[in-house]
């Protein structure tokens, strides 16, 4: 500015540099370095607010002094907590990425941000995350890896921290995957919805869920898929299974989810005795099992918390029947290399009954299960 032919490197003319109020801390500072060589010690404590060494770096981009924002960076590489990468996440506009290394801040602040707060269930009622900026839940709500039970509790977790927040909640309703969220919670939530666009968003949702698979991937700015995260804490296995008088058991393909070896198993349950009665009637049973994978035993001896639920379809409306639901931790220790958990009469029918009603039996005599598995972490096991 003062050389490089510029107004400001006019000789003999008055030199005025434009300041403002708000500038003016950081336009100190960086004078005093341009003199000093270093940052002042009040920018070197570790009380200093984020923001305000933020705002020198957004000083140094506007004068285009390399020395003052490297010294800068180096400060801000060394601030390692989750408010300092909410605070660069909310206030480095983006345009200053264009510098390889402030990227490299920028991508290490997100995926601290990511990593602090993937885990919905256990971490979006917390007090770090109720005190993030706006700009960062916005972000966090665009990432494919947040872990929930479902997009509706990603949306109600993000309206709790909306709640005392004017206006706030409509600027969030865009980065919501309506289209994954069930039918009902949408009339919920479109009767509450209070401005136009929200409510456009969560209609268009509704309509999108009854169009074919086809009409939907013809649809174009529409999010239909749940999360990455969100699918990889669920293990989902469906089977279409047969009984006669031979067969008394199936178990499905294993799958391999967190490092074990899971796979579904619907079986006749043996007959009981109780004292000197008759022997029980047999019943249908369902498990879930689990298994090392391989010769993972580190995986296999850590410990998980998983939640199973279990269903059966039920005829003619083809509508899913729950059967149970069971939580329980769990590691494979060493000698004891399966386990499994389950329902040993989960169609409240004996044997014989059941494999010939027509409540379960489908158009093609046979009876669909489904289990569908949630892995908890230890944060959430803790709750």
């Known amino acids: 500015m003062l050389s490089n032919g510029m107004k400001e490197s006019a000789k ?13 801390p950081a336009f100190k500072e960086m004078l005093q370095f341009l003199y000093s060589g270093t940052l002042s010690p009040e920018f070197l404590a570790p009380a200093t607010s984020m923001s305000s060494i933020v705002a020198l770096l957004l000083l140094g981009d506007k004068y285009e002094v390399p020395s003052f924002m490297g010294a800068v960076l180096k400060r801000l590489i060394e601030r390692e907590s989750i408010s300092d990468s909410a605070t660069l996440v909310e206030e480095v506009p983006d345009l200053l990425e264009r510098r390889p290394q402030i990227k490299q801040l920028m991508d290490d602040a997100r995926g601290h941000i990511v990593r602090e707060f993937k885990d919905v269930t256990g971490t979006w009622t917390s007090d770090d995350f109720m005190a993030l900026p706006l700009g960062v839940v916005q972000y966090l709500l665009q990432s494919e890896e947040l872990e929930a039970d479902s997009e509706e509790e990603i949306l109600t977790k993000a309206a709790k921290w909306a709640a005392n927040k004017t206006g706030a ?9 309506f289209c994954c969220i069930r039918g009902e919670v949408l009339e919920k939530w479109a009767q ?4 136009f666009p929200n409510v456009q968003l969560i209609k268009r949702a509704l309509k999108v869920q009854a169009y074919s698979d086809a009409r939907k991937r013809l649809e174009k700015g529409l999010v239909f898929c749940e999360r990455k995260g969100v699918q ?11 009984f006669d008088e031979k067969v008394t058991s199936v178990v499905t393909p294993p799958v391999v989810w967190f490092g074990k070896t899971w796979y579904l198993a619907v079986m006749k349950e043996g007959a009981q005795k109780k004292g000197g009665e008759e022997e029980r009637p047999r ?3 369902v ?15 850590v410990s998980d918390k998983v939640q199973i639920c279990a269903y059966v379809r039920t005829w003619p409306d083809g509508l899913w029947f729950p059967i149970g639901t069971t939580t329980n931790t769990f590691s494979l220790e060493e000698g004891k290399g399966v386990k499994n958990w389950g329902f040993p009469d989960a169609l409240n029918l004996p044997w014989d ?4 009603s027509e409540k379960f039996l489908g158009p093609t005599g046979a009876m669909v299960f489904k289990v569908v598995a949630r892995r908890y972490t230890d944060s959430e096991a803790e709750e």
Do not use: M
């Not at 009954?353 to 010939?356: V, W």
């Open 169 to 177: 909640l409509s600027q969030l309703f865009p980065y919501i995957r």
């Open 192 to 195: 509450t919805a209070r401005s």
């Open 283 to 285: 019943t249908v049973g």
């Open 12 to 24: 003999g003319a008055p030199i005025v540099i434009r300041v403002t109020e708000q500038e003016k």
């Open 353 to 356: 009954e059941a494999r010939k």
């Open 287 to 301: 498990y879930l099992f689990c298994k090392k994978a391989g010769d993972q035993e580190t995986v296999a001896s």
């Open 232 to 242: 990889q804490v669920h293990l989902e296995i469906v089977e279409n299974i047969r």
